[in-house]
């Protein structure tokens, strides 16, 4: 419920607690038989969805992956296959339609 004047301030980092208790494991797929793990959508940095309406899905997949762990999936030199099919799973895993088409 929305905090009414004269109460005590919306408290954004228990609601952040809340929902990833309820959130749970993000997104896990396997590359070059190495586990890889992404947040669910609801946890996606905000400009992970400026990147996905500007067709960037390398930018997109580095911000929802981090620098170490897209690091070693570019190493097995994904193509632009590979990376429709993961943001198609993706999109389908976090129930965001298109995840990967602008």
């Known amino acids: ?10 408290d954004l980092d ?13 997104f896990m797929f396997k590359w070059g038989g190495k586990p890889y793990e992404c947040p669910a ?5 905000l400009q992970v969805t400026a990147e996905l309406s500007e067709g960037n899905l390398a930018g997109a997949l580095e911000l929802l992956l981090g620098e170490k ?9 994904p193509t632009a296959g590979d990376i429709k099919d993961l943001f198609e799973a993706l999109g389908e895993y976090s129930g965001v339609e298109s995840a990967g088409n602008s």
């Open 41 to 45: 959508a609801s946890e996606w940095p």
């Open 69 to 77: 762990q897209y690091g070693a999936f570019m190493k097995g030199n």
């Open 1 to 10: 419920m929305p905090a009414k004047r004269g109460d005590a301030p919306f």
């Open 14 to 26: 228990a609601a952040r607690k809340t929902r990833l208790e309820t959130v749970g494991q993000g």
